[in-house]
Structure formats: C-alpha cells, structure tokens
C-alpha cells in the first residue's frame, strides 16, 4: 500500500474521532503532516497521530497526566491517549498557532517557560532524559564539507549528550517542555497562550528549554533584540534557568552548542534530501558550527 493512500486512510479515521468528539461543524483540515506525524482539525478540535517509532506507553501517560494538572500553561490533550490502527492518538481544543507575518511573541513564550520552571514538581514527574535528538541526526549525515563541520562540532559536546556515557548526576529538576519553540505555542479559547505537544514534557534542566534561541541568536539567525526581548521577559518573570542578572551563558553553554548542532544537521539534511544549496540562514548554522569546532571543547 503507497504511503499517499495509509495517510488519506489516517486523515480518514482522525476526521472520524474528531466528529464523534461532537466537532461536527468545519471542514476538515490537515495543520501537520511531516516526520510521521499527522495532526487534523475538525472544528474546535485537533487530532494528533503521533510518530509511530517513538515510545507512548507509561511515561507518555504520566506526561498527559502532569499536562492535566498544568491547564494555566499547557493545552494538553482531553482525556487519555487513543490507539488507532497501532498509531497513538490524541485529542485536544484548536489553539490559534503563531503568525510568523506578525510580531512574534517571544514575552509571552518566556513567560510561559518560566511558570513552567517554576511550577512545583510532583513526585510522579517523568524525567525529560537526554538530548538525544542531536546525535540521532549527526548518525545520519552523509559526506560532504557541510556535513563534516557538523560533526566536528558534535565532537566537542560532552560525551554525555553524545551518548557515551550517563547524563552527570544533580543537574537542574525542574518542570520542562523539552523541544520549546514558537511553534509550540498556541493562543487557546480565551486568547490566552498555552504550550503545547507534550511528548517530552518532564523534570530536567531548564536551560534546555532555552537552546534554541540561545543557539539561533549564537548563529546570527536570531536578532539580538529579539534575544533581548525573550531573555530579559524570561528574567523578569523569575525564571531560574539564568541568573537573574549578568551572564548567561555559563547556564546556556552547553545546550545552546547542542541546539546549534542539531538545527545545522536538520538543515543540511533537509536540503540534501531536495537537492539544493543550503539558504542564507541554514549557512549561518553550519557557519555556526565552525565556530564551535574551532572553539574547542568548552564544556
């Protein structure tokens, strides 16, 4: 069966969760459709079949679990998880996503990231785990100049976010998203903005949360007054994975060069895989990650 024809039958089967959920009015409509993941609106609610490879048993119970008790800052799912033709399946209420055409609202994402952070932390919180993702896309580079700085740069990252060795004990516990950005951000009914997609919610480091515009702002894709406007809105709301004042990037080092890394390989990848020239700010990354080699190790 053509995987054109396994999707329409998925978009079939959410269309149809989605109408028994009472969202009868609405066309149907596709929000996502990448990395094995299909999410559809139907009316006032999203359908989530999420990656067949990843794992949704007990640990991703107890993130919908800790989601439910968060509604202040999580649009978590609507009750428990769904199996459908051996796809996990969620359901949860439409949230507006960010309009990348209108000012982004980095105040309103570090606000968020800092209730998070600074929620208590129940007993039965999941670990958030290492960064796995990073190495997981370097194992798939090919040859090439662009590929090569990628991994030198990897070479530097401390053996334990590369996989070879266990994460150091008595780093940061605290509530985490675990893969924030702008994208997992939605204003929910109501107008508020809630987080969104749980799948590594959980107790970790919070610098981690901060890794993607710390590394964005580091390769010159992030302007620094947007970096100023995120930083400083995350300080202001009392957010402890930074000190309240002076330099940051004792705290962001590490997670900032693996962000970097991990978006370089991302796009490097992806334009491989089109057979095109890497963009302006995808060579900034991987620009990026000459620095970072060049640097050294400064874990």
Partial sequence: MHTGTVQSELFTRLVQIGRRQGAEDGEPETLYDRHGVLVVRVGDVVVKAHQADRDHGDAFLDRVRLAGVLPDLILGPLGPPLSVDGRTVTLAMFGEPVDPS????WEEGARLLA?????????????WGRPTRVARLVSR???????DAVRRAFATLPAWIRGEEDEPPGRGRRLIHGDWHLGQMVRAPGGRWRLIDIEDLGMGDPAWDLA???????????S??????FLGAYREAGGPAVPPQGDPWAA????????A???????????GREDRALDGAEQAMVDACVRISAAGDAA
């Fill in 102 to 105: 209108r000012e982004l609202p």
């Fill in 115 to 127: 209730g998070l952070h600074s929620a208590p932390v129940p007993a039965d919180a999941p670990a």
């Fill in 141 to 147: 580079l090919e040859d090439g100049p662009a590929e």
């Fill in 212 to 222: 993607r515009p710390a590394a964005l702002y580091s390769g010159g894709v992030l």
């Fill in 224 to 229: 620094p007054d947007e970096w100023e406007r």
């Fill in 252 to 259: 962001l080092d590490v997670p900032a060069r693996s962000l």
């Fill in 261 to 271: 890394i991990q978006i370089a390989a991302t796009c490097v990848i992806s334009a």
